[in-house]
């Protein structure tokens, strides 16, 4: 199956820092998700991005599906901003479910 | 409804015994998805529905784990003869499916926390 990694599984920032999340996958795709898992453990999806740049407000993303990789940016960073980003990849047009990556564990400090 | 609801939100039950877990996802949204995950680690996929086609089970890691759907409304995975090992959070997401133009990406609840002791 689809392998996807992402790095650097752990991130230190101190408040107001900028941060990018890097989500590497070995196969073509048919599209790509980035989320959220906050410290209570709710998954809030940030982005929908099978190819190209999205922004939303502080954060946005940009997939090069060619290359295979996917990028999420973090500027001005909030302690609000912490918990854990995965990247999820899907591969088959007839297959709905995604795989998704190990994570990035990003901690902001005030 | 507005979001993914599941139920119960915690779950603690004796090992041997069967659980069954609920998820009712957004209105309009044909996909529905289970994932697991246990504590520190990643979302493992368990299984997919999408409308009236036969669900893609290819996740459900043995045969004590099953799901029902009617349609495009409710789900329940059922766990059988539970294990200690089957303690995690299992979550549900819903989205639109793939015909063209439109963001079909995943809404999660915000799971069931299930402990087997």
């Known amino acids: 199956g689809i392998q996807v990694e992402q790095s650097p599984p752990d991130l230190i920032l101190q408040e107001g820092a900028n941060s990018t999340l890097r989500c590497n996958f070995s196969?073509?795709?048919?599209?790509l998700q980035w989320f959220h898992q906050n410290p209570w453990g709710q998954l809030i999806n940030l982005f929908y991005?099978?190819?190209g740049t999205k922004q939303n407000g502080r954060l946005s993303a940009t997939t090069v599906a060619t290359e295979r990789y996917s990028l999420l940016y973090i500027s001005s960073s909030q302690t609000t901003d912490s918990g854990v980003y995965f990247c999820?990849?899907?591969?088959?047009?007839?297959?709905?479910?995604?795989?998704f990556g190990d994570g990035t564990t990003l901690t902001v400090k005030p | 409804g507005a979001g993914v609801s599941q139920s119960p939100s915690n779950k603690v039950t004796e090992k041997g015994k069967d659980v069954e877990l609920r998820c009712d996802p957004i209105?309009?949204?044909?996909?529905l998805y289970w994932y697991r995950q246990r504590l520190g680690q990643g979302l493992e996929f368990l299984i997919y529905?999408?409308?009236?086609?036969?669900?893609?089970k290819s996740g459900l890691p043995s045969d004590r784990f099953s799901a029902e759907r009617t349609g495009e409304s409710v789900s329940t995975l059922t766990i059988q003869r539970t294990q200690q090992e089957d303690s995690a959070v299992y979550l549900c997401?819903?989205?639109?499916?793939?015909?063209?133009?439109?963001?079909?990406?995943?809404?999660f609840g915000s799971g069931t926390r299930l402990t087997v002791v």
């Open positions: 529905f999408q409308g009236n086609s036969a669900p893609d």
């Open positions: 997401a819903s989205s639109f499916y793939l015909t063209g133009g439109r963001d079909y990406g995943y809404t």
């Open positions: 991005i099978p190819s």
């Open positions: 999820a990849v899907q591969y088959n047009t007839n297959a709905g479910k995604s795989t």
């Open positions: 209105s309009g949204h044909t996909a």
């Open positions: 196969d073509s795709v048919n599209n």
